[in-house]
């Protein structure tokens, strides 16, 4: 594998952002610039991104492949796409900007604002509570179902849409109850039926919640787990003691950080995997691509600060395989060699 993210990579600090569809976007700061870099782990391709024209205070974005037809099994090199969201610094509103590799430009920024109620109610309730509202975008891994990208904005206390069809941002009804319970550590997710997932733990609990759909769309708690008899968990001096911090698609399986380590749950066998020391966990993004068995992959020069690479063997179940690159928000580097 080729030397990860940039072979210029040696003094800049890197952020990756997203894994999706074999590819793998970062952010690169050179000193005043800041690029975003599309890489992809199997082939080596690097494609360098300029920035949105949104003056960025806090954000999170995405890649997605555009091919037509494509499964999404095997995506290496061909067109792509990149969902940038963030909370612009002046203006103190939430924009969204999508750039295509096919006409390399970015489109005109949108911008979320009071024409959805959903967001309006929500601004006066956090004004009401905390005295002042600046909607900070979470910068965590976004859930992508059709062409809607779901995204976390304010710790979390309110679900925010980007319809890249429409090209339009409005904010959805959380899941009773207010999603503060879970100490601003929820993370989106895609159901098995193609529906908005929402996960976080409440009281060494994991709530897992869907969003249905089907007529009207209402929340329904579909799944309650107590982690206190599956896992290890230390009693902490206060909060919930663990926080779900990434998902794995098509897998079924939620990453878990706790004072004694970071875990995956697979959802429907309840089977607990301990895959990395304690540390402090904050988003996981996971990379999966198909392979041909016999294929060699080697990490070299791991440089990424203030984050750690962390590779987990196939899980036993359809989409055997298939490799894991784990990207984590954490204090360590790491280098890894696997043979395939």
Known sequence: MPDFPHPDSDDCSTRPLDCRHGRVLVRMFHGPAVDLLVWDPVNGDRHVVPNP?????????????????????NCHGGPFRVVFLATDDHEEVVKASVYSSVTGAWSEPVSLDDSCECYA???RDTSAKRGYYIPYVQPRRVAAIGDAVYFTISRSTAIAKYDCGKNRLSVIDPPPPDTEVY?????????EDNSLGLAGVKDFSLHLWSRN?????????????DLEKIMPMAKPLKGN?????????????IFVSTTVGLFTIELKSGLVKKVDAPGVYFSVLPYMSFYTPGVYIQM????????????????????????RIILLFSSTCCIFEIRL
């Open 53 to 73: 024209d949104i003056n960025v205070l806090i954000y999170t974005a995405a890649v997605f492949c555009a091919a037509a037809g494509c499964d999404h099994l």
């Open 300 to 323: 070299v020069q791991v440089i990424m600060i203030s984050f750690t690479l962390i590779v987990l063997p196939p899980f036993q179940n359809k989409c055997r395989g298939f490799f």
């Open 213 to 225: 759909v089907n007529g009207a769309a209402k929340w329904v708690q579909c799944m309650v787990i």
């Open 241 to 253: 003691g663990a926080n779900v911090v990434g998902f794995a698609e098509g897998l079924g399986v």
């Open 121 to 123: 109610q929500h601004k």
């Open 183 to 191: 100490g601003g550590f929820i993370t989106l997710m895609v159901m």
